[in-house]
């Protein structure tokens, strides 16, 4: 990766996180970048990735891994302990395509961190298709976004290129697996990594402390 500027060196730390939506563990990585852009000098912008690029625009069938009475998996009891519910039965796998252009509308707005966190409890909490306009803009209205302009993006497309681009250049650089981190053009760490791991990195990197 080509070195930061001194330019960029000078202001937060872009950290790019490579996720999908229908992701699992993005949704534990978001929860903890959540936490590093708190508390330290971290900028971060959401990188749309696609899992599963042969899933149709329509979504498809998917068999639940886990029953209702089995025990607790390791993923879940993280996701507990990390305030997220996962919601076993799901039987529908989405396209997530239109969920990323929603995204880049709500990084526009600034409210990308709490769009993509009401987009993650819908798919995996509330078990909707968020393949869907209608579970979008509920999403979005959640995260406090102008609902009608985002229905408007969504409808039109207005962001599906920039998405398709992104997707490609996460495929080109080589990502094979999500979440990806990308520290400043210098450091990149696949998984959902715990607190601790990213605090080590954030030290490594000479990244401050947010002040107060």
């Given at each position: 990766m080509p070195a930061m500027s001194a330019e960029a060196a000078a202001g937060p730390m872009q950290v790019l996180m490579i996720s999908d939506f229908?992701?699992?563990?993005?949704?534990?990585?978001?929860?903890?970048?959540?936490?590093?852009?708190?508390?330290?000098?971290?900028?971060?912008?959401?990188?749309?990735?696609?899992?599963?690029?042969?899933?149709?625009?329509?979504g498809k069938p998917r068999r639940p891994m886990t029953r209702p009475g089995d025990p607790p998996t390791a993923m879940e009891l993280r996701a507990e302990a990390a305030g997220i519910r996962f919601t076993r039965g799901r039987e529908w796998t989405s396209n997530s395509v239109l969920a990323h252009e929603g995204a880049e509308f709500a990084q526009e707005a600034g409210r990308a961190r709490e769009y993509a966190r009401e987009v993650f409890r819908a798919y995996?909490?509330?078990?909707?298709?968020?393949?869907?306009?209608?579970?979008?803009?509920?999403?979005?209205?959640?995260?406090?976004?102008?609902?009608?302009?985002?229905?408007?993006?969504?409808?039109?497309?207005?962001?599906?290129p920039r998405v398709l681009e992104a997707v490609g250049w996460t495929r080109e650089a080589g990502?094979?697996?999500?979440?990806?981190?990308?520290?400043?053009?210098?450091?990149?760490?696949?998984?959902?990594q715990d607190a601790a791991v990213f605090d080590t990195v954030m030290e490594r990197l000479g990244v401050p402390r947010r002040a107060g």
């Open positions: 229908v992701c699992p563990w993005c949704y534990l990585g978001l929860v903890e970048i959540a936490r590093v852009e708190r508390e330290y000098e971290v900028d971060v912008r959401h990188v749309p990735y696609l899992l599963d690029p042969a899933t149709p625009p329509e995996f909490t509330e078990l909707e298709d968020i393949g869907k306009v209608e579970v979008l803009l509920r999403a979005g209205e959640r995260a406090g976004l102008d609902v009608a302009a985002l229905r408007e993006a969504l409808e039109a497309h207005v962001y599906r990502v094979s697996g999500v979440p990806t981190f990308v520290f400043g053009e210098r450091f990149a760490m696949s998984g959902a």
